[in-house]
């Protein structure tokens, strides 16, 4: 009798509860998007540039582009990591090229100086066809540092290094997007979907005179950067149509990535405990691999459908609808531009 009391038991409490997460885990990941390889554009012997790709998303990212026969430049921070990423690539695949640049995105000097060197480079092919802006840093909660430049590290790295980049990289861009005018050049943008708890500053952005308090997790330099990111891709729009360019901008949210960094990241400073369990249900359900973690990257940088799209936001491979997602100010776009502007001192 006991035993069956504990069969009972064990049926009601464990066995069915978990053949239900399961269930909702596998539900939830035959409903995402997925990317359509016959519906890719070709890029073999085309370049490209993805930031940070030297770990997580950034380094898949790289590999997928090289599979397809991409002229992959890997633009990183620590160069040795970027070379043992490219042995462990040529591992798996042959296909394309992997070159490693040093570009340490917390500098505006680095920025200018790896445009002047791919442009040294670079001047024997047929300009940049793709840039991906992936590279990410997230701040311990409460925690403020100051770039070189005086700018908040977070913004700097993630907003006002890659806006720079973006920038001075336009006329690469550009070049690539004349020689065939039915296939533009294009800028992705990693964002994220913590854009929506970002606020930004417009009179201290740096948070130089403003007073820092940070309790939230999230932390709030991470979801001020990625909303910076979504505004920008909308201003970049506006202004590649005024210029009439032949280049393309998108912004995309990846998911919940189980990157090694977000771990470290997790582990190093720990919430209060209710908010560590909602995480840890949130990874369990909608937590995806490294190489799933890419696929809203790869779709917007080679679909078909996306060709005469333009300053949009994508997740799981799809159009994310703004009346689902926090609706962003063109005017505050505009004036982020102005003031990144300033800061990067861009002419």
């Known amino acids: 009798m006991l035993c069956l009391l504990c069969?009972?038991?064990?049926?009601?409490?464990?066995?069915?509860?978990?053949?239900?997460?399961?269930?909702?885990?596998f539900l939830i990941k035959k409903l995402r998007g997925k990317i359509d390889p016959t519906n890719e554009i070709d890029i073999s012997g085309k370049t490209v540039i993805v930031t940070g790709a030297s770990d997580g998303i950034g380094k898949v990212t790289a590999e997928e582009f090289a599979v397809r026969g991409a002229r992959v430049i890997m633009a990183c921070r620590n160069v040795q990591k970027g070379e043992k990423c490219v042995e462990e690539i040529r591992s798996r695949t042959s296909n394309g090229q992997l070159i490693v640049m040093h570009l340490d995105l917390s500098k505006m000097s680095s920025v200018r100086k790896f445009v002047e060197e791919f442009a040294k480079n670079n001047a024997d092919h047929q300009g940049l066809s793709i840039l991906v802006n992936n590279a990410g840093l997230r701040n311990p909660v409460g925690v403020l540092n100051i770039t070189e430049d005086g700018f908040e590290?977070?913004?700097?790295?993630?907003?006002?290094?890659?806006?720079?980049?973006?920038?001075?990289?336009?006329?690469?861009?550009?070049?690539?997007?004349?020689?065939?005018?039915?296939?533009?050049?294009?800028?992705v943008t990693v964002s994220s979907g913590a854009h929506?708890?970002?606020?930004?500053?417009?009179?201290?952005?740096?948070?130089?005179?403003?007073?820092?308090?940070?309790?939230?997790?999230?932390?709030?330099?991470?979801?001020?950067?990625?909303?910076?990111?979504?505004?920008?891709?909308?201003?970049?729009?506006?202004?590649?149509?005024?210029?009439?360019?032949?280049?393309?901008?998108?912004?995309?949210?990846?998911?919940?990535?189980n990157t090694d960094s977000a771990?470290?990241?997790?582990?190093?400073?720990?919430?209060?405990?209710?908010?560590?369990?909602?995480?840890?249900?949130?990874?369990?359900?909608?937590?995806?691999?490294?190489?799933?973690?890419?696929?809203?990257?790869?779709y917007c940088s080679l679909s078909k459908y996306l060709t005469h799209h333009s300053g949009e936001m994508y997740r799981n491979c799809e159009f994310w609808d703004p009346s689902k997602r926090p609706k962003l100010s063109e005017e505050d776009a505009k004036l982020l531009w102005e003031e990144s502007a300033k800061l990067v001192k861009l002419e």
């Not at 069969?7 to 885990?25: E, S, T």
């Not at 973690?293 to 790869?298: N, S």
Request: with cysteine; proline share 8%; glycine share 6%.
């Open 7 to 25: 069969n009972a038991l064990l049926l009601k409490f464990v066995i069915f509860p978990l053949l239900v997460a399961f269930g909702v885990k």
């Open 153 to 187: 590290e977070v913004l700097g790295v993630n907003h006002l290094g890659h806006f720079l980049l973006t920038n001075l990289l336009l006329p690469h861009l550009e070049k690539a997007g004349r020689v065939d005018e039915a296939q533009p050049s294009r800028i």
């Open 196 to 257: 929506r708890f970002g606020q930004l500053n417009w009179h201290d952005l740096n948070f130089r005179k403003t007073p820092f308090v940070d309790w939230k997790f999230p932390p709030k330099l991470y979801g001020n950067s990625k909303l910076a990111n979504c505004l920008f891709n909308v201003e970049l729009a506006k202004k590649l149509r005024l210029k009439k360019m032949n280049v393309t901008c998108y912004a995309l949210c990846p998911g919940v990535v």
């Open 263 to 298: 771990k470290q990241y997790v582990d190093a400073n720990p919430p209060p405990l209710p908010i560590r369990i909602v995480y840890r249900g949130i990874k369990f359900f909608m937590g995806k691999p490294l190489k799933e973690g890419t696929e809203t990257t790869m």
